[in-house]
């Protein structure tokens, strides 16, 4: 049996995150209300991964990351449901949609929500609700009345894709540098340019913490310029994020895991 590509990246994850506790400011709220999403193109709205959160109202509480990953080019569910990897298909129209031949890897695991519970749900599935709170997008399977058998989440930060001017790095205005980022959330990639150096990394983003995110693999190409102490603290600035969260006026700061500010980015729109 193949087993979902997605499950060993999960764990890789997982180990990585386990090393620092992220210190990121929580912007959602109980007075926050999940706003409705309409479904209009279900394979770029819902394609991917989803972390479980509760089943039948109650918190999943299980010793691995309780996950689904839709694929909608082949129509198959991959994912773990806190103890095994799980494969089956979907068939989804509108808001409608069911779990079919799902089969499960045979490991024996203690956990507050077993197995059992999930893959249950999953097969009682009819319906689904898509709703956004924040930066958070939210999955509600529901059966054929309408009740909620099991939430999911993600994290949505499309808000970081886009052109960045560099307009503080560790509390000092750089905004004269001209330093500007590339980064697309969705190809997990960073691009930028120093005015000395072109600098590329890679993007982790961690699913099971809001707003949790790090780069990785950075490179420069390493020409000797005026201001390259600036692009120093830049490069140690991206090291140490672990974090975003938004400003005011389109405005992003990076994190470090204590919460402070290591860069300031404002948006530049392109013409």
């Known amino acids: 049996m193949v087993l979902a590509p997605a499950d060993a990246m999960a764990r890789k994850k997982k180990t990585k995150y ?16 999940p706003q409705p999403v309409t479904i209009t193109n279900a394979a770029s709205q819902l394609y991917g991964e989803w972390n479980i959160q509760t089943i039948r109202n109650k918190p999943v509480l299980t010793r ?23 494969n089956g298909t979907f068939r989804q129209a509108g808001e409608d949609i ?47 009345k ?23 790095a560790g509390g000092e205005d750089v905004s004269a540098q001209n330093v500007r980022i590339v980064v697309d959330a969705e190809m997990r990639t960073l691009h ?45 600035a991206l090291e140490q994020t672990v974090g975003c969260r938004r400003l005011e006026a389109g405005a992003m700061a990076l994190l470090d895991e204590k919460g402070k500010n290591v860069l300031v980015l404002v948006p530049i729109t392109l013409r």
């Open 18 to 33: 386990a090393k620092k506790e992220v210190a990121v400011e929580q912007t959602i709220t109980a007075e926050l209300t």
């Open 64 to 86: 691995e990351r309780a996950y689904l990953y839709l694929d909608f080019q082949s129509h198959k569910v991959y994912g773990n449901n806190g103890c095994n990897s799980l």
């Open 98 to 144: 069911t779990f079919r031949d799902m089969v499960t890897t045979s490991e024996t695991c203690h956990s507050g929500t077993s197995e059992r519970t999930v893959m249950k749900a999953l097969s009682e599935v009819q319906h689904l609700q898509l709703s956004l709170l924040d930066d958070m997008e939210l999955l509600t399977l529901t059966n054929a």
């Open 192 to 236: 930028g340019n120093t005015g000395c150096n072109i600098i590329n990394g890679i993007i982790t983003i961690d699913p099971e913490k809001n707003r949790a995110i790090q780069f990785e693999d950075l490179h420069s190409t390493g020409n000797m310029c005026e201001h390259i102490d600036v692009e120093t603290s830049v490069l140690v």
């Open 146 to 168: 309408g009740q909620a058998l099991i939430t999911l989440r993600r994290q949505n930060l499309d808000f970081l894709s886009g052109v960045w001017l560099v307009k503080e």
